[in-house]
């Protein structure tokens, strides 16, 4: 049975789930079949999917213990908490084989950088943490203590698309000899001096490429593409949100592969086709952004893109 007794603001404070009916309506849902949300968060997505099913099941992931609070009662959902990556194991694991759809929101939730001990925005002072999975150890203030310069000069530059990242990375050595970095506000004043251009801009990218870092984000993102989509039915469509070209770019790379080329028997051997000798072909569709209303209503779509792909072989 459905939970009827969430209040629904409640949920969207959380998170207010980014093309919702633009993702659902790429999905094509199959009433029937069964369905994965790989990023749960406010569940929003998970929601509009269960209300479009009858006898298929959904699989929702998401590794934030915040989460966790907006699950709804219904008997229909099977939720795991774990980072996505491994959700082709648990998608075997409960019998969800083949997969009717695949949907992936890869932004980090409202609640997330609105919440200040969490440590992903620069709006607040805090603990420098940006812990996905506040279970892990790795967190930004271990990476900002403890990488060496060219350690720091490379995530800076591949991940935040820096221009000065060396420059930042050896500022970042030397300070740190004065003692550790602990909180936003200290970090923040350190680099002051080396900001280019706007402040605010400047320093999201910098906030991206350690958070990207901790939660080793594009590694996932990946894992998570190439373990699931060979899971797919026939018809099947895996449907993505990215935010940014380096999330945007890895999608594009795994939709290419899967739609000029079969998957090579080494492939076969790590498990990536449900049975050996089967061929494997996605057709990629249209990319998909906010309309002119979501832009206006939430801010922080102006950078979200669908794009999706169907299984035809």
Known sequence: MKDQDRNQDEVSNYHDSVLLHESIQALNINKNANYLDATFGGGGHSRAILDKLENGKLLAFDQDDDAVRNLPNHEQLIFVRENFRYADRFVRLHNMLPLGGILADFGVSSHQFDTADRGFSIRFDGALDMRMDTRQELTAAHVLNSYDESALHKLFEQYGQVTNAKSLARHIVASRLNGSFETINHFIQTIKPFIRGKENKYLAKVFQAIRIEVNDELNVIRDLLLGTIPQLAIGGRVVVITFHSLEDQIVKEV???????????????????????EGLKIKILKPIKPSAEELQRNNRSRSAKIRYAERIR
Do not use: N, Q
């Open 255 to 277: 939709f290419k592969k899967y739609s000029e080329e079969e998957m090579t028997e080494a492939e076969m051997l790590l498990g990536r086709k449900e049975k050996e000798g």
